[in-house]
């Protein structure tokens, strides 16, 4: 269904994306290495082969909305718009300079092409459900996209968003949760564990889709099949790696947020190259 031009070139995209957070961070700095890489390929593929948006015209009023709930992971969606050309690459170096329209976690009011502030997390989806609504309600064929963290489920207004979700019908809506199996502190089963995902969102009355989210056809695929759905909200469980691409990162909760070293750093690059 794919070409493999296709597939190869979101591949590479995703690994420059991958770079461009190690840039963003710098040496000497600490950033969320893992759950940026973990994501990378998922929000690769919204920006560089689903959404509708013009970086030119970021309020475009039947653009996609793109919100990360996980939010302190910002740099991994600067690292995106630049890429699809919100603002100069050259930008990324300055990522949370004071003052700066690249700040810790997205921030509307700064940056061009931010939906919404987040990064107190389980906020993401609740602000997600209330675009889906105000976007049928203008008659607009648009899509919300909400990305959430597997540790962010532990917050209670993530499950009040999902039933009204249901309640509301709103097919328009779609949810990816990065299923990374780590939080900030450990294991997500040895905190608040919430699985079995799959069973507890269709529990929900949400449409279920459950891929590797490493895979770039299953990605699009996943998005493609999403925007069949009709009734109901949908959400993609995709099963990645913590640090995906990064030698010493994988699979590793000490990089959830972690101070770069120049050692690290050159690492991270070549590992990337």
Request: net charge negative.
């Amino acid at each position: 269904m794919y070409s493999k031009e296709m597939i190869d070139d979101l591949n590479n995209k995703a690994k420059t994306i991958r770079r461009n957070v190690i840039k963003s961070i710098g040496i000497g700095t600490a950033g969320h290495v893992g759950g940026s890489c973990s994501s990378a390929d998922l929000v690769t593929a919204l920006y560089f082969y689903k959404m509708k948006y013009d970086p030119k015209n970021p309020k475009m009023e039947n653009r996609d909305r793109f919100l990360l709930s996980k939010g302190h992971v910002a740099v991994l969606q600067y690292a995106a718009m630049a890429e699809a050309g919100f603002f100069p690459v050259a930008d990324l170096k300055h990522t949370k300079d004071v003052g700066f329209h690249l700040q810790g976690h997205p921030d509307y009011l700064k940056t061009p092409g931010i939906e919404a502030g987040t990064g107190s997390l389980g906020q993401g989806l609740s602000l997600g459900l209330g675009m889906a609504l105000g976007l049928k309600d203008d008659g607009l064929n648009s899509r919300v996209y909400v990305l959430c963290g597997d540790g962010e489920l532990a917050e209670g207004q993530i499950w009040e968003a999902a039933m009204a979700a249901k309640a509301f019908n709103a097919d328009n809506l779609l949810a990816i949760v990065d299923h990374n199996k780590l939080q900030a502190m450990g294991p997500i089963q040895e905190r608040l564990d919430i699985t079995p995902l799959p069973e507890k969102w269709a529990a929900f009355g949400w449409h279920v889709i459950e891929i590797n989210g490493h895979n770039m056809e299953e990605i699009l695929t996943a998005l493609d099949h999403a925007e069949t759905i009709k009734g109901k909200p949908t959400v993609i469980i995709a099963h990645t790696i913590k640090g995906k691409g990064v030698s010493f990162a994988e699979n590793t909760v000490s990089c959830h947020n972690v101070l770069l070293t120049d050692e690290m750093y050159h690492q991270a690059l070549s590992d990337l190259s």
